[in-house]
């Protein structure tokens, strides 16, 4: 049995403004999943001491808070970077929690190759989370039958995703936001919560695609990370004229105390 986690009433009642709505019917099939991008940063806005490096940040409080977010979320969404980095649970921890949200990973080159021993197929045997989805630019015909049979016996699998045509000068598979997110509407699942790492939140907080996102709920520690961090920080944008301009700006925005981080909630003009 793994750590049961509490999140009383006035922390929930803070959030719940932010979040999909429990109520309204079913989801229309053409409509775009609800997103909630959610992060824990440092005050130099780092999320982890380096790449490939678990770094806790989260205290207690807001912890019980995101795995309160991954009970009211369909699906929850990392880059394998992430996966491969941290061998995350990806399940929620909530006490009494009824439902369970379903890890969707972003590996267009199949850089994860699923085993008994990870953690989140751990938890899925144990009957305590879900198998993952994993969003793929590979073939359906050039996957590992050995990792689809491992990745299917957990009720999991392999979802091929088309890349954008554009191949970038690294040879990098790229999924464009609205395609990943039809096809997680097409799965049946109508919210995602975003958890990261660095690469999967600034390329969703890019202008041309944050539009996408409903609710953005972000916790602070109180440390300093250092350089060399993942750090994040959106592309740079300029207007028309080359003058630099802000690659966004939340509005509807609260802070809210957890233990010793603030949570920031906000939204991007709604
Ligand atoms: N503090 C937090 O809340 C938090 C949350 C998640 C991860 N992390 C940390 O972040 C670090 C990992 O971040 P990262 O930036 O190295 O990797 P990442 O987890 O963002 O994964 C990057 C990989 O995902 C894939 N990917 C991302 N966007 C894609 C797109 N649009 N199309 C196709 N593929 C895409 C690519 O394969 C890319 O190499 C780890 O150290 C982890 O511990 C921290
Ligand atoms: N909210 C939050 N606070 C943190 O301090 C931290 N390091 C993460 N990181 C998010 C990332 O997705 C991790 O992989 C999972 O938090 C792993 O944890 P689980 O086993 O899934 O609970 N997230």
Redesign the pocket.
Same mark, same amino acid.
């Given at each position: 049995m793994s750590e049961q986690l509490t999140f009383a009433t006035p922390g929930k009642d803070a959030i719940e403004p932010y979040l999909p709505s429990t109520t309204g019917g079913p989801t229309p099939a053409d409509q775009k999943p609800f997103v909630t991008l959610? &992060? %824990?940063?440092s005050l130099d806005s *780092? !999320? *982890? !001491?380096?790449?490939?490096? +678990? $770094?806790r940040? *989260?205290g207690p409080e807001s912890k019980a808070m $995101?795995h309160y977010l991954r009970s009211r979320h369909d699906a929850i969404l990392?880059?394998?970077?992430? !996966?491969? %980095?941290?061998d995350?649970g990806l399940n929620c921890r909530i006490e009494g929690a009824t439902s369970q949200p379903r890890p969707i990973v972003?590996?267009?080159?199949l #850089?994860w190759t699923p085993s008994d021993s990870d953690k989140v197929l751990q938890l899925s045997r144990a009957a305590q989370g879900l198998a993952p989805f994993v969003?793929t630019?590979v073939a359906p015909a050039d996957v590992p039958r050995e990792s689809a049979a491992v990745l299917e016996a957990h009720g999991g699998r392999f979802i091929h995703?088309d890349?954008?045509p554009s191949v970038s000068s690294d040879g +990098?598979? +790229? &999924?464009?936001?609205p395609s =990943?997110l039809e096809v997680l509407r097409a799965n049946g699942l109508t919210s995602v919560m975003v958890?990261?790492?660095? #690469?999967? =939140?600034? $390329?969703?907080l890019h202008p041309d695609a944050q539009d996408l996102i409903d609710s953005v709920i972000v $916790?602070i520690a109180p440390t300093w990370l250092g350089q060399g961090g993942?750090v994040v920080s959106p592309e740079r944008v300029q207007d028309e004229e080359g003058i630099p301009v802000p690659a966004g700006r939340l509005s509807r925005v609260k802070w809210h105390s957890f233990g010793e981080d603030v949570v920031l909630c906000g939204t991007f003009n709604r």
């Open positions: 959610t &992060f %824990a940063t *780092s !999320l *982890s !001491l380096a790449p490939g490096v +678990r $770094t940040l *989260s $995101t990392v880059g394998v970077s992430t !996966l491969l %980095a941290d995350p972003v590996d267009p080159h #850089r969003l630019g995703v890349p954008v +990098r598979m +790229r &999924f464009s936001w =990943i958890e990261g790492g660095g #690469r999967i =939140i600034n $390329t969703l $916790t993942v």
